[in-house]
């Protein structure tokens, strides 16, 4: 088995991988121009902000497993993987508290003036007098939008800090609100009008790409507080520059819509970059030593069971439950060819398998096979294979409840 890790990742987990019998190229300055090429002879391939483009999945003709080592999996065709029928896994939860982290110094150096404060200093200017004006966080609304493993640990926080929070997500119900000692907005607007300081934990989907958008910062509190560190597509940029000049309303961006695909860039022109009331960081929500060696563990742990079982933890692209109308139960002797021989009869009717188990007895003399199809059997397939007898114990048809 080989594998590329075509991103930064810890190098003192790389012998754990080769003592699973992996064969592992390191390659932490690979690019999505060419990665088609590197990873066209890998079974496995390893990423963290990488692209894994549909190039790339179709070139590597052996390709069974994309693994992101992080959370988001927003820079992978899942779309070309699943058609291809490669597992597309990640690490959730293992970065949550370092962005939940990150979000607060964010937070606090908005409130603060850490940054212009800090370039004051350097450039030789003391200014105590502009920078002891603060409003400071204890008692503010914070509105979380998301309820995954950041924005809980992003909660847990918040209540060191003494702040009322009210919790936005399509998922959340009042119950799960009561659980998480939150109140509940009914709408990502109704999130923004209740709160002096929105923070932002969503992934990155067709539904919420830009869901941060003019309408929603119209309903900001004028000199409210907008953090993003999840993905820099979840908002609209222009939108929020506009609701910066003329309501006052201050950003703390980790993410940013077109970020540089390398490590360094040089001659950004990002207007907000020079607004005031704006501090950023480089996309490092995720970048604490804590947390990538937790991640790095859980890629360790995903492809040591991915080897072991053919299958991998994580996976985002399966079906949870695929589509089926009827449900084949076989039991049968454990011997060579049987389910050739079944599946063989199920295809010659045309019939599409959903999917299929077979659980094999003590002493390995039987087993019972489950095989979800597509449309309901006609009976001459059920005969078919009942006239398997030398084969089949008994066949048995069940309705899949819908």
Request: proline letters at 3%.
């Amino acid at each position: 088995m080989r594998a590329l890790i075509a991103d930064a990742f810890p190098e003192k987990y790389l012998g754990a991988f080769r003592a699973l019998g992996i064969d592992v190229t390191y390659d932490p300055n690979a690019t999505a121009e060419d990665l088609p090429e590197k990873a066209e002879s890998v079974q496995i391939l390893i990423v963290r902000s990488t692209k894994v483009t549909r190039t790339t999945i179709e070139r590597a003709k052996g390709l069974s497993l994309v693994l992101r080592a992080g959370a988001g999996y927003d820079t992978i065709d899942v779309a070309a993987a699943s058609e291809r029928g490669i597992y597309v896994a990640n690490c959730p939860g293992k970065n949550a508290v370092a962005v939940a982290e990150l979000t607060f110094a964010l937070l606090l150096a908005l409130d603060r003036h850490v940054a212009d404060g800090t370039a004051d200093l350097r450039a030789g200017r003391w200014n105590k007098k502009a920078y002891s004006k603060a409003d400071g966080v204890k008692g503010k609304t914070l509105g979380v939008a998301g309820q995954g493993a950041i924005a809980q640990a992003v909660i847990e926080r918040a209540k060191g800090f003494e702040l009322d929070i009210v919790v936005w997500s399509r998922s959340l119900t009042d119950e799960r609100a009561e659980e998480l000692g939150v109140a509940r907005a009914g709408s990502v607007l109704e999130l923004a009008e209740r709160s002096d300081i929105v923070s932002v934990h969503l992934a990155q989907t067709p539904e919420t790409k830009g869901l941060f958008n003019a309408a929603f910062f119209a309903k900001m509190r004028p000199r409210a507080i907008f953090l993003n560190t999840s993905r820099g597509g979840l908002h609209d940029e222009a939108a929020l520059v506009a609701a910066m000049k003329e309501k006052g309303i201050r950003a703390g961006l980790d993410v940013f819509a077109n970020e540089p695909a390398g490590g360094t860039a040089e001659g950004l022109t990002n207007e907000i970059f020079k607004l005031p009331g704006f501090v950023g960081t480089h996309h490092i929500g995720a970048s604490t030593e804590q947390s990538q060696d937790a991640i790095a563990e859980e890629a360790v742990r995903i492809c040591r069971e991915y080897l072991a079982t053919g299958r991998a933890p994580n996976v985002v692209n399966v079906e949870v439950r695929a589509p089926a109308k009827s449900e084949l139960v076989i039991r049968h002797y454990d011997k060579v060819g049987v389910l050739a021989q079944v599946l063989g009869i199920v295809r010659k009717y045309g019939i599409n398998v959903a999917d299929m188990t077979n659980t094999i007895f003590q002493g390995q003399k039987a087993a019972v096979a489950v095989i979800r199809i597509a449309s309901e059997p006609p009976a001459d397939l059920v005969k078919e294979i009942a006239a398997l007898s030398d084969l089949v114990i008994q066949i048995d048809v069940k309705s899949v409840a819908a």
